[in-house]
């Protein structure tokens, strides 16, 4: 039997092992998803050890897998405090009481999703948009009663339709160059799989919205919480101060970590400045989240949340993804995995879904969006080329199910970044998150389509 085949069948029992074991845990056990993650670690060390591997070698595989996370782990960090420096300084409170005056609660969420679109076009980022707009969306939910995992899903659909067709984002530009084409030639290729997924997904919510039956006493009760937060905080135009220089810095592509940073210190500013607390305070803030003595329940775990030690929990599970990844590829899984693949393929078609398969095993064994863009694309170009396909399908194809496909995964980085910043876990929002799994389901349906340019070219050649 063929050697590289033994190595495929092996990878691919070892990939199912690995998935089996978090979703028992995650789903059947209830466990949080570091644990499995850390079982599967384990494992995959005592599976190196049994062929042969020096324990120095595994270890310096998990090391260098870490190495890959900490700019997103330094990233995590500064938006947790934040997060909190925004509700020190009153600029998502202002965001919160301005919204609850204007927005009709059965509009909430397909304007959350539009509102989330335009600022990741602008800045290319799902996290600054999920952080900036998207967290005061989900303070007006919780307001309104609008179920939280509803919202979640309008905020993270919108903020990654930029993320993916943003000239300005990173992963589009990354996938753009991993296939070596030019950015508008991507972007203008993914609008055949983007457009239809998200007019989609926007009539769902707007659907989904009009469905709301708003409580008459619901009025009452938002006015008490305007009232709370209008009371616990200073609010007013001169708060937004610092997210406009986030945003504008962002538009500038000028680097996300100092961005960041300067967002915080704009925010300490404003903050001190209207007189909600001191620069101890603001340094305690940082640390441990805002801790605003509100008599109203509602308005106080809307008020009451972000800093550092908000973002550990992420930090940790993304450290032994991270971990775990750098241990498969040092072991060779993924590479196995990717030349399987490449042997199966015959058409365009199995091409386009074979590509969307790597994407997602990679994302869901890693947890990285990078590597679900790299790995795949690095292993299947030559395969594009052979077959006469031209670039412009890999990228769109790494992006559907690369970038998108991320936030879904509970220990990916944008998966535990979101549900940590909204306050909404990834299973809980995973149904509502149409956009996220409509684009790689259009991208693999094009992939079998008929097409007249493609199907001219011999395919089996």
């Known amino acids: 039997m063929d050697f590289d085949f033994i190595r495929f069948r092996t990878s691919l029992l070892i990939l199912a092992a690995m998935l089996g074991t978090i979703f028992t845990c995650l789903f059947y056990i209830k466990t949080e998803p570091h644990l499995p993650l850390i079982l599967c670690l384990i494992f995959l060390a005592l599976f190196g050890k049994a062929k042969g591997q020096k324990w120095s070698s595994l270890e310096k595989g998990m090391v260098s897998g870490i190495q890959y996370g900490i700019q997103p782990i330094i990233i995590l960090a500064l938006i947790g405090m934040l997060i909190a420096a925004w509700m020190f300084s009153g600029t998502i409170p202002t965001v919160i009481h301005f919204s609850l005056s204007v927005i009709q609660p059965q509009f909430l969420l397909i304007t959350g999703l539009i509102s989330c679109m335009i600022v990741s076009m602008l800045v290319g980022s799902s996290f600054t948009t999920v952080s900036t707009v998207g967290v005061a969306l989900m303070g007006i939910a919780a307001a309104a009663g609008i179920p939280l995992e509803w919202a979640a899903g309008a905020v993270i659909c919108g903020a990654c339709f930029g993320d993916k067709m943003s000239p300005m984002s990173d992963t589009t530009n990354f996938a753009a160059g991993v296939a070596e084409i030019s950015i508008i030639e991507h972007i203008r290729h993914m609008m055949k799989t983007t457009i239809p997924a998200i007019l989609l997904t926007a009539v769902i919510f707007f659907i989904m919205g009009r469905s709301i039956t708003i409580d008459p006493a619901g009025a009452g009760e938002m006015k008490e919480i305007m009232k709370a937060i209008s009371g616990a905080v200073s609010t007013g135009w001169f708060t937004l101060l610092s997210p406009v220089i986030v945003v504008a810095l962002a538009m500038l592509k000028k680097p996300i970590i100092p961005t960041l940073i300067i967002g915080l210190a704009t925010a300490g500013f404003t903050g001190i400045l209207a007189g909600n607390g001191d620069f101890a305070q603001f340094m305690s803030i940082l640390q441990n989240g805002t801790k605003f003595e509100v008599a109203n329940e509602q308005a106080a775990s809307i008020l009451n949340r972000g ?34 693949l490449i042997k199966k393929v015959k058409s365009r078609g199995q091409l386009i879904a074979s590509t969307a398969a790597s994407s997602i095993s990679v994302n869901f064994s890693t947890g990285e ?8 694309g690095q292993s299947l170009k030559p395969m594009y080329g052979k077959l006469g396909i031209p670039n412009r399908y890999l990228s769109r194809t790494l992006e559907d199910a690369g970038t998108l496909v991320n936030p879904l995964v509970p220990w990916g980085v944008s998966g535990a970044f979101f549900a940590q910043s909204l306050g909404v876990d990834v299973v809980h929002y995973i149904p509502f998150a149409f956009f996220l799994y409509l684009s790689p389901i259009f991208s693999i349906l094009y992939g079998f389509l008929p097409n007249k340019k493609a199907d001219s070219i011999n395919l089996a050649a």
């Open 369 to 376: 969006q990078y590597m679900s863009i790299l790995i795949p």
């Open 307 to 340: 800093g550092l030690q908000s973002m550990m929990w992420s930090i940790s599970l993304i450290m032994i993804a991270f971990a775990l990844g750098g241990l498969m590829e040092k072991l060779g899984v993924i590479q196995s995995l990717m030349n399987g």
